[in-house]
């Protein structure tokens, strides 16, 4: 019987300050997971003129500089990480940044946009998160969610597996040793997603997959193997443009 030892891991929200990750090497704007990052989620963002965006899991900050290009309004970050929330701070001191995680966020302020982009392989609650992002959202207002292909989270050619934990429906906790240390994840089928939303009262707009670019393949020559199969998936979820008073 499991002890849930490695979803502890994955869901512990100070993982990213621990000596056995160094994220601050791979995690800046210039990195290369930066630029696929920020080309998949960059069209279906659109035009962000005039339009609030709450980024969760925000990290060093290496997506603010889309959001502002976009021409966002206004931008908070949340970030459980004290490091990266000091990195962001002093890369964008003009975007505020609510240091903790998701979970304790205060839920009073309302936005256009939500994004979290390889955040959600860190929460443990998913209804309780989608729930929590139903009450940060404007009327019509949307989230853009990025999260890992399960298969190639796991998949053993391209990360070495040093731990894996079953959870239930099909869902992993898994813990693999990538160049810039060992990292934890909790890795779920999709429709784990759609299923929060849905109990958390949002519609599903659009799932599109997301296949390594020719740019990441150049720097990330493991990733050929996966020959067009998704490494990602991005997700976009909507509220309703009216709902009634409860
Ligand atoms: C893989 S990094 C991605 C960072 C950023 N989204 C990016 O693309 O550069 C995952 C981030 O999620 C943050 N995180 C972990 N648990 C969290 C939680 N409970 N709430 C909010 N963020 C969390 C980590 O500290 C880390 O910065």
Redesign the pocket.
Known sequence: MSDRKLVQRA???????GPALD?LSV?REASP??GF?RESIATSLGNLAGRSLL??????G??FGLFKSLGTSKIKG????AK?AAVSRQLHPDVPVFE????K?PTEEIFDRVV????F???ENLNG?FSRIHRCLKPRGEFHL?VGDPECQTNPALYDRIEIEPLDRGALAVCTRRPFGV?CNIVRPLDHFQEAARGAGLTSLRTTSLPATAGLIAKHQSLKILGGQPLCHLLVFARAPEEPRE
């Open positions: 869901a512990n929200p100070r993982q990213y300050d994220w995690g997971s930066g990052f980024e969760i899991g925000s990290g060093t290496r997506l949340v970030e459980p990480s990266s903790g995680p998701f979970e966020f979290a982009v390889m955040v392989e860190h929460i998160a990025v990292l």
